[in-house]
């Protein structure tokens, strides 16, 4: 008996925005896994995917919308108790990893291995979503190798990474591969509009502003504090007279991106802090004591090395996101030279932007784009942030003398 081959796109999927092959795969694999519960074929499903796509495009919302149509009765009706928890983490049978806090260490991974062997407790399926794959490190990445290789018949591993380059080759061979685009700025501003309420022109300015990151889309769109850190920082080089002006002007630039990376790091912190406390029974006042204190102390250390490493880490991730906005700042800037008629993702500093192109010309331009992307590298490979971003500055103010220096290198 042969069933139609049409696949029904349940609710869950509304919130994964311009990916309708994705979804269209998705959706299949979750019908044809109703077919395999059934001791039916279901080539559309497999036990491991690995799902890549650029930040903001979506990819943890489309392993977590994954997950909840495997486990909601109705494959991802979106409305019932299993559809709005099992996204946040709230169904048994739904695990979801972020590899930034807690639970990313090899002991973890291995934790991870043995629940993947557990059969689920409510739904047919127990499903795993490791979200920022690219972050476990590669022992994390060993321990899971036999699982993801060999998994027990109800265990789902959904793995996600901005590219597959960012992934072990064994990894790669053992999962089925989906990449996500890039969402269109209408589609961002259709979401922003329809989901969040936004209004209409703070949309489509919050969409073009961040060039397809959904999640950069929400913040700008919602939070005043985001607007203004994207101001100045595009502001910082309209005034670049002289090198005390571009070493000023990278202190901003890096001492904003530090106070906002703070701000999430602070709150993720505490979050930890009281869990192990929690973990270890400890309340405020209690005195510890004996080979308990010993342990207690051990995880204070490890949870503090963990937090430090990922406070560092949003810091280049905050910078980056600036370096990002200039980038989309000099893309404008080389099509007001070349006079190309493409929307500017700036449109609202166009007269600016005018006065800043007709000091330069595109050959400029360029070269500062890929200053800029040299930059993004050398933050993400652990320079510090204020001498590349004073460096970047500096050959922003004089593209030419930078590309001579540069070639006599
Ligand atoms: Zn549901």
């Not at 700025?185 to 936004?198: E, K, P």
């Not at 330069?360 to 993400?380: F, K, P, W, Y």
Request: net charge neutral.
């Amino acid at each position: 008996m042969s069933k139609s081959t049409a696949v029904e796109i349940t609710p869950i999927w509304n919130s994964l925005v311009g990916q309708s092959e994705i979804v269209a795969k998705l959706a299949k694999a979750v019908s044809d896994a109703d077919l395999i519960r059934l001791g039916e074929s279901g080539p559309g499903m497999t036990h491991a995917w690995l799902i890549t796509g650029p930040p903001g495009s979506g990819r943890s919302t489309a392993a977590t919308a994954f997950a909840a149509a495997l486990v909601c009765p109705l494959n991802g009706c979106g409305e019932c108790q299993v559809c709005r928890m099992s996204p946040v983490g709230g169904h048994p049978d739904v695990q979801i990893i972020t590899p930034t806090g807690l639970s990313y260490r090899v002991e973890d991974a291995r934790e991870l291995v043995r629940l993947s062997s557990l059969a689920p407790i409510e739904s047919p399926w127990r499903v795993i979503v490791v979200e920022d794959a690219d972050r476990l490190t590669v022992q994390a990445f060993d321990s899971l190798l036999k699982s993801l290789e060999e998994p027990t018949p109800h265990t789902v591993w959904v793995l996600c990474a901005p590219s597959v380059e960012d992934v072990l080759p064994t990894i790669i061979s053992r999962t089925r591969h989906l990449t996500l685009r890039t969402p269109t700025t209408a589609d961002v501003r259709d979401l922003l509009i329809n989901s969040y309420g936004v209004d209409p022109a703070m949309a489509a300015f919050a969409a073009r502003a961040s060039q397809g990151h959904i999640g950069r889309a929400r913040g700008l769109a919602t939070e005043e504090q985001a607007r203004m850190r994207r101001q100045s920082d595009l502001r910082t080089v309209f005034n670049l007279r002289d090198v005390p002006t571009c070493v000023v002007a990278a202190g901003e630039i890096v001492k904003e991106a530090t106070s906002a990376a703070n701000t999430r790091a602070d709150l993720l912190d505490t979050k930890e802090d009281e869990q192990l406390k929690l973990a270890f029974g400890i309340e405020d006042g209690t005195r510890v004591t004996g080979s308990s204190k010993r342990t207690v102390d051990a995880a204070k250390k490890q949870l503090l090395a963990t937090q430090k490493t990922r406070r560092k880490r949003m810091v280049r991730d905050e910078v980056d996101r600036s370096l990002v906005d200039l980038l989309g700042l000099y893309r404008d800037i080389l099509m007001i030279q070349l006079g190309s008629s493409l929307e500017l993702i700036n449109q609202e500093m166009r007269p600016q932007m005018e006065q800043l192109a007709a000091r330069g010309n595109a050959a400029d331009s360029t070269r500062i784009l890929e200053a800029i992307e040299l930059t993004r590298a050398s933050v993400q490979a652990n320079t510090p942030p204020q001498l590349a971003v004073e460096a970047l500055m500096i050959m922003i103010k004089d593209p030419q003398l930078a590309s001579v220096h540069m070639n006599m290198q």
